[in-house]
């Protein structure tokens, strides 16, 4: 099972950005990556996917603002989150899918303020 922790959370104003990374303790080649967010009270959704051969998908309300990166090499994911809003405030989680399994890592607290 592959091991993640993720870092880049924190604290930025409304319309700002901020980046998210992704360690991986072994190779994600054959893994879809993906990050989720999760807000007290709620499931955790999807924010953004990303296939071992490229394709991306994200939700909705993300996909003009958030990008998805995968750096094969390194065996890191990235999540490029630009003009936030206040409803993106959440923990974030990075995960990898094979076969129906998924392993998460601890999560990243992000918060926009008003």
């Known amino acids: 099972q592959v091991q993640l922790v993720e870092s880049g959370g924190g604290l930025v104003q409304a319309g700002g950005s901020l980046r998210l990374s992704c360690a991986a303790s072994r190779s994600i080649n054959p893994l879809v990556m993906g990050w989720y967010r999760q807000t007290p009270g709620n499931q955790r959704e999807l924010v953004a996917r990303m296939s071992s051969f490229g394709s991306k998908n994200y939700a909705d309300d993300v996909k003009d603002r958030f990008s998805i990166s995968r750096d094969n090499v390194k065996n890191m994911v990235y999540l490029q989150m630009n003009r936030l809003k206040v409803e993106d405030t959440a923990v974030y989680y990075c995960?990898?899918?094979?076969?129906?399994?998924?392993?998460w890592g601890q999560g990243t607290q992000v918060t926009v303020s008003s």
């Open positions: 995960a990898a899918e094979r076969d129906g399994s998924r392993s």
